[in-house]
T-cell receptor, first 114, second 109 residues
Framework: NAGVMQNPRHLVRRRGQEARLRCSPM?????VYWYRQLPEEGLKFMVY????????ESGMPKERFSAEFPKEGPSILRIQQVVRGDSAAYFC????????????FGPGTRLTVT | AQRVTQPEKLLSVFKGAPVELKCNYS??????LFWYVQYSRQRLQLLLR??SRESIKGFTADLNKGETSFHLKKPFAQEEDSAMYYC???????????FGEGTQLTVNP
């Protein structure tokens, strides 16, 4: 089991461009969580999804950010019209059931906005 | 709102010395608390959770509801314990994790 996969590992975007971050959960996991880590800060929850459903998006910024977890394929975190403040590490985690019993984390995607 | 505080950003001890990483939380319900660890160039991984009452790699953590603390302890630190440690709490719905800002532990030879 390769674990949670995220790609790309590093992403550079100019201001105003779109960023797409992908997360493939562990095999058999249908629950996906996205977290953001700004420089010098801890991880902050963004969104929790199950297949085809957004369960909790209370941590998502109201504008420019969206997430999906389709029936087939990876979960996608999409940031439109990126700004410098979006520069951060974005982590995805997956679990086999609802709850924080054990969330397995991916290696993260480091987004740099120039 | 739930909140986790790790007062020490950096902690340095010598090999063989006891180590304690502090974690305080605020939460209105019955919390579930965790310690996650990130070794250099590795992904974040679960170290232990309070409901399991287990000892992993010699580390233990006791939930003190009176002091709202969940400090991580090890009686004899090893060099391979050097890592970033995050305390985390789960919400009432049991899904999202709220993390502290982390403590970078360095164990010197």
């Amino acid at each position: 089991n390769a674990g949670v996969m995220q790609n790309p590992r590093h992403l550079v975007r100019r201001r105003g461009q779109e960023a797409r971050l992908r997360c493939s959960p562990m095999k058999g996991h249908s629950h996906v969580y996205w977290y953001r880590q700004l420089p010098e800060e801890g991880l902050k929850f963004m969104v929790y999804l199950q297949k085809e459903n957004i369960i909790d998006e209370s941590g998502m910024p109201k504008e420019r950010f969206s997430a999906e977890f389709p029936k087939e394929g990876p979960s996608i975190l999409r940031i439109q019209q990126v700004v410098r403040g979006d520069s951060a590490a974005y982590f995805c985690a997956s679990s086999s059931r609802q709850g924080a019993y054990e969330q397995y984390f991916g290696p993260g995607t480091r987004l740099t906005v120039t | 709102a739930q909140r986790v505080t790790q007062p020490e950003k950096l902690l340095s001890v010598f090999k063989g010395a006891p180590v304690e990483l502090k974690c305080n939380y605020s939460y209105s319900g019955s919390p579930e608390l965790f310690w996650y660890v990130q070794y250099s160039r590795q992904r974040l991984q679960l170290l232990l959770r309070h409901i399991s009452r287990e000892s992993i790699k010699g580390f233990t953590a006791d939930l003190n509801k009176g002091e709202t603390s969940f400090h991580l302890k090890k009686p004899f630190a090893q060099e391979e314990d050097s890592a970033m440690y995050y305390c985390a709490i789960s919400s009432g719905s049991g899904s999202r994790l709220t993390f502290g800002e982390g403590t970078q532990l360095t164990v010197n030879p």
